[in-house]
């Protein structure tokens, strides 16, 4: 049997391509790790001239994620912070999905002008005051809802959805109503059962988002009990009083340092454990949504 060997341009350019991944990957590594080993640096080694990127695990803290941890709100704002990004992700995928699927259909009565008219305000944004002043109007001032609804539609995303629809087979829809489907049925039969990638890479777009709330909700969310997670951890850091926040000690035990580490790792971590599982769809529906042949 003839085993086929590369040429030298094959092997240097997957040289090339593999040094070029295995940098992207310390790029993106070694700062997660760095943030992991300073949320796990006890008090004695924070006093040090400096800190490498390693410590050996018996001279490891967990004061840092305990004071934090131990925090009597930090359960309700994480609470918080999973029914903002459930709920909103849940809503931005009911309205995006029904919206991308009618625009995709060539045979819709005004398309070009409904494209153009949800391309306005993805070019031309309203600004801050307005939208506030539409959120108090509905009263929705300390409701988690005000956090879900003005960003309900994402105009990219919906964009992207379209693109994968439009690359869907029009035999799989035209059988369908033959047989005597009507349109939402098609879509949820026909369409959805096709399209979970694109809906899996939409709804990690908005899940991500809706994660990291932190602008909006000290907007519209006064009431201490319905801060998410992102904005606990920026007031714990930051309070004037820190006796407010932590045990009188907890300095005392942990470096600040640490505790800021902690904080980052922990609003992160919940995406990051997330994401291997639907990442084998990423790809696939990013490319999909953007590319129609």
């Known amino acids: 049997m003839r085993i086929r060997i590369k040429s030298w ?7 090339l391509v593999n040094g070029f991944l295995l940098t992207v990957l310390l790029v993106v590594t070694i700062p997660i790790w760095r943030v992991f080993i300073m949320s796990i640096t006890p008090l004695a080694w924070a006093e040090g001239t400096s800190l ?3 410590i050996p695990p018996g001279e490891w ?7 934090l941890f131990n925090h009597p709100a930090f359960l309700q704002a994480a609470t918080n912070s999973v029914i903002i990004t459930v709920g909103g992700t ?3 995928l009911f309205l995006t999905v029904p919206l991308a699927y009618a625009l995709s259909n060539e045979n819709l009565p005004g398309r070009k002008f409904l494209v153009t008219f949800i391309l306005i305000p993805f070019l031309f944004h309203a600004g801050l005051i307005p939208t506030y002043l539409v959120v108090q109007k509905l009263g929705l001032v300390d409701n ?5 609804l003005p960003g309900a539609v994402s105009v990219y995303n919906t964009l992207v959805m379209k693109g994968f629809f439009e690359g869907l087979p029009e035999e799989l829809k035209e059988a369908a109503r033959l047989d005597g489907a009507n349109e939402v049925q098609v879509l949820w039969h026909v369409i959805l059962p096709l399209s979970k990638p694109i809906l899996l890479t939409i709804g990690l777009f908005y899940a991500v988002s809706h994660w990291n709330e932190f602008f909006n909700p000290i907007l519209y969310l006064n009431r201490a009990d319905l801060q998410p997670l992102p904005v ?11 006796n407010e926040y932590l ?4 300095f005392a035990r942990a470096p600040i340092a640490a ?3 902690a904080s980052v790792f922990i609003t992160m971590l919940p995406m990051v454990i997330v994401y291997p599982w639907i990442q084998r769809y990423f790809t696939k529906g990013t490319l999909l949504g953007a590319v129609k042949e």
Not at 61 to 67: G, H, I, P, V
Not at 144 to 148: K, N, P, S
Not at 232 to 242: D, P, S, V
Request: a negative charge; zero cysteines.
């Open 9 to 15: 341009d094959d092997l240097v350019f997957q040289i």
């Open 52 to 54: 490498g990127l390693w």
């Open 61 to 67: 803290s967990n004061e840092a994620y305990k004071q």
């Open 90 to 92: 849940a809503i931005n």
């Open 144 to 148: 988690l809802l005000a956090v879900m």
């Open 232 to 242: 606990l951890l920026r007031n714990i850091l930051l309070a004037a009083n820190i």
């Open 247 to 250: 045990d009188y000690d907890a």
């Open 259 to 261: 505790f800021k580490a």
